[in-house]
């Protein structure tokens, strides 16, 4: 009897001992691979009167369909090198101000609180505002609220399905997204009124109408698909909130699709074309980066393995 409680003591402890040495390694390969993660310089560059920075106006977090909590979203952001990310929750505002806070805590990217203002009719990304939009209200009447805030209203992925809805109202949008992740699909839609030509059809159309609207490229950042991967070069005075509603207000910003097609106001593209600006951005491989990223890969790897 004794022996054998003896033997499950000692079996006991060396579970202890081996979950210890586990958790040892996990902790290693978590905080060796953070010291590892080079921060790229995201210092605005100068192009003519301007500061050119790159922005991502939608992001989401675990307050409704997203992975990243509002704490996570300043820290990817920096760490992909964007100068300027807005969380545009569903219908919400304050998982924005959490991000906002917590950015401003770390001297993290700035930060704009948004919202999705989310219908079945039209998505439509609400920035610069301090009350929560009525999803419930009519297009026309949310998009004065947006102004009545003193925010801009940005059409959200503006499929042919929306067209309808949008148009008797395009007077009062700021701009609208000409790049998205549907584009990643090349000529496939992702669904009935789905495909990334209308976005930039969208915007072709209203300046052949003579209302031209801001390009915005954004990621729509839910989970898989990286922050930033697609974005908004803007072309500033300043990097502060009203810094950057002005820029969208006055059109200066310039959108890459793919095939390096841009658009926006040709004066700004030119700006980009003639001197481009550095892409801070990492190269996305499995490869390490250092020996100490190597050494904390495999230590996290077979940490978690314990």
Known sequence: MSAARTSADTSGLRLTRAGLVSLALFAFGVIGGSLADEIPDAT?????????????????????????????????????????????????????????????????????????????????????????????????????????????????????????????????????????????????????????????????????DGHELAAIGSSDFHFFRAMGALHTHLFVTEVTDEGVLEAI??????????????YGKPEFIKLLRDNPVADPRKERAYSYESGLDWVARYAGFFGLLG
């Open 44 to 208: 605005p560059e100068v192009r003519g009167d301007y500061l050119v920075v790159r922005g991502d106006f939608h992001v989401h977090t675990r307050f409704s369909d997203g992975f990243l909590s509002p704490f996570d979203v300043p820290l990817v952001a920096r760490r992909e090198g964007l100068q300027v990310v807005a969380v545009t929750e569903h219908n919400i505002l304050f998982p924005g101000r959490m991000a906002k806070w917590f950015s401003e805590l770390i001297g993290g990217p700035l930060v704009m609180v948004g919202e999705e203002i989310t219908t079945g009719r039209h998505h439509v990304i609400a920035l610069g505002i301090d009350e929560v939009v009525d999803w419930a209200l009519p297009i026309k009447e949310t998009l004065q609220n947006v102004r009545d805030q003193g925010g801009i209203a940005i059409a959200a992925h503006p499929g042919k399905v929306y067209w309808k809805h949008y148009e008797p109202v395009r007077h009062l949008l700021d701009a609208s997204e000409v790049m998205h992740p549907i584009a990643l699909l090349g000529d496939r839609p992702s669904g009935p009124g789905w495909h990334w030509t209308d976005f930039t059809g969208f915007w072709e159309k209203a300046r052949e």
């Open 249 to 262: 207000r006055e059109r200066r910003t310039v959108v890459m699709d793919l095939e390096g097609n841009a």
